[in-house]
């Protein structure tokens, strides 16, 4: 079974530019999770979507927002970029949700200069 | 709210010697507690998780966690540590049927002695 993609895999961005991320989980999973992670706030939750619907967000700015298509692929963008959006952006999908096992994707690199 | 503590940000062990990484949880609810690994540029892969069918949960490449109530800990073990478990290890939590996010701790970065 083909694991979780994201791509791209490395992202070069400017300030006030706008970003979007894709990810495509694991055949047959409907929940689908974003995360981010820098060196100084660690793992931190963005979003979740199951069945096209958001079902949970964390603390960000309107400027990152998702959605999630019919067949469970999902993205995410970021609007009018800061230097402090630089991270690795993280997806993870699961049968349900975050009670089930969470399968990570290798990550996008964003980096806004 | 839930979170997580992870007690010790590196540390260092000799190849052959016991792995021991350390977890708090707090929660007004019975979590579900993870332990996930992270390879240098890549992502997370999950260890080991605690659904509250046994208190010590075995995981694979030899670790396992003992979920203790009393003291809300989920502390993860190898008994003999090999150069291939030099890694970043994150803790999480998630809150069960109303919890659809996971919460992590703030790592543990491992670095094995030859």
């Known amino acids: 079974k083909a694991g979780v993609t994201q791509t791209p895999r490395y992202l070069i961005k400017t300030r006030g530019q706008q970003v979007t991320l894709s990810c495509s989980p694991i055949?047959?999973?409907?929940?689908v999770s974003w995360y981010q992670q820098t060196p100084g706030q660690g793992l931190q939750f963005l979003f979740e979507?199951?069945?096209?619907?958001?079902?949970n967000k964390g603390n960000f700015p309107g400027r990152f927002s998702g959605r999630q298509f019919s067949n469970s692929r999902s993205e995410m963008n970021v609007s009018t970029l800061e230097l402090g959006d630089s991270a690795l952006y993280l997806c993870?999908?699961?049968?349900?949700?975050?009670?089930?096992?969470?399968?990570f994707g290798p990550g996008t690199r964003l980096t806004v200069t | 709210a839930q979170s997580v503590t992870q007690l010790g940000s590196h540390v260092s062990v000799s190849e052959g010697a016991l792995v021991l990484l350390r977890c708090n949880y707090s929660?007004?609810?019975?979590?579900?507690l993870f332990w996930y690994v992270q390879y240098p540029n890549q992502g997370l892969q999950l260890l080991l998780k605690?659904?509250?069918?046994?208190?010590l949960v075995k995981g694979i490449n030899g670790f396992e966690a003992e979920f203790k109530k009393s003291e809300t800990s989920f502390h993860l073990t190898k008994p003999s540590a090999h150069m291939s478990d030099a890694a970043e290890y994150f803790c999480?939590?998630?809150?069960?049927?109303?919890?659809?996010?996971?919460?992590f701790g703030g790592g543990t970065r491992v670095l094995v002695k030859p």
């Open positions: 993870a999908s699961s049968l349900r949700g975050a009670r089930d096992e969470q399968y």
């Open positions: 055949s047959g999973h409907r929940s």
């Open positions: 979507y199951f069945s096209e619907t958001q079902r």
């Open positions: 929660s007004s609810v019975p979590p579900y």
């Open positions: 605690y659904t509250s069918a046994a208190t």
């Open positions: 999480a939590v998630s809150l069960g049927a109303a919890g659809n996010k996971l919460t």
